[in-house]
């Protein structure tokens, strides 16, 4: 039988394929039907050890399932788990008052920042500072939710004198991408790291002998796997357009900031003071 075309409830094609499992993916099936609420929170790896089996069986299940990838298949479970507040902020209770459900709020967010410091890649981000200083030309890229981000660090980077441009219009990136040369550096920003658009600028900026840097989640994405710096931001969300998600890139992204300012400490200075007296001396603003 291969209905996973027309089942997109994760938990409905676990129940439709059951029969035909072995007994290791089984293993896998029980735990997740039995525990839905965690896996959506925890890596590939943690599924496998907890249901006792080989990451290999764990690939196995869930292209079985007619996924490609681990992320694929997490947002599909995410979408097919009984609706609770949990869907709307983790942790959060219908019967909180608003002044407890803003710690609760604020408690992610400084757990996220907490968590991307704690796997912060020290050397990764000195490289990302070199490649960006000595680039003589920046091009940051990001579809989707990662948009805003991507957006940020350009409004942070060209302020203090970084030479960058920004596109999160899928053909515009390709097409610029495929223009650059070995002097200029590609910053992609992409929380999953498997978007099929910022993979496909990255490789084709990788062949032109760009250096580029990743701000993702995951380590073991195809974006990781090209890229010459990663940062990794963490946030362990139940929603596929996760607030801490953003809140842990911009931590990234502010700590590129200071680091390149610091680097030109006389230009970045001089830069934000000839901003701010435009800025007031313009009506209306």
Known sequence: MNNSGTINDA??????????????????????QENYYSVIRMSLADVA?????????????????????????????????????DLIYEAINTSDTPGVIAEKVMGGAIQAIQATMEVLDHNAMEKCINYIDNAKHTFIVAVGNSGPMAEELYYQLFRIGVNCTIMTDAYLQIMRSALLSKEDVVCVISQSGSSQIPVRTAKIAKENGCKV???????????????????????????????????????????????????HLERSIENERIIWEAVTATEGL
């Not at 439709?16 to 993916?25: G, I, P, R, T, V």
């Not at 069986?57 to 009984?82: A, Q």
């Not at 809140?247 to 300012?261: C, D, G, H, R, T």
């Open 11 to 32: 938990l409905n094609r676990i129940q439709a394929y059951y029969d035909s499992l072995s007994m290791a993916e089984k293993k896998i099936a029980d735990f997740i």
């Open 49 to 85: 050890d907890e249901a006792g089996v080989s990451d290999a069986t764990v690939v196995r299940f869930f292209r079985l399932l007619g996924y490609k990838r681990w992320v694929e298949f997490i947002v599909s479970l995410s979408r097919s788990i009984p609706m609770t507040s």
């Open 213 to 263: 840097i990743a701000i993702t989640g995951d380590v073991t994405s195809p974006l990781a796997e090209i890229a010459d710096s990663v940062l990794i931001s963490v946030a362990q969300e139940l929603k596929a357009e996760a607030i801490n998600s953003r809140i842990a890139q911009y931590s990234v992204i502010y700590a590129i900031y200071v680091n390149l300012a610091l680097k």
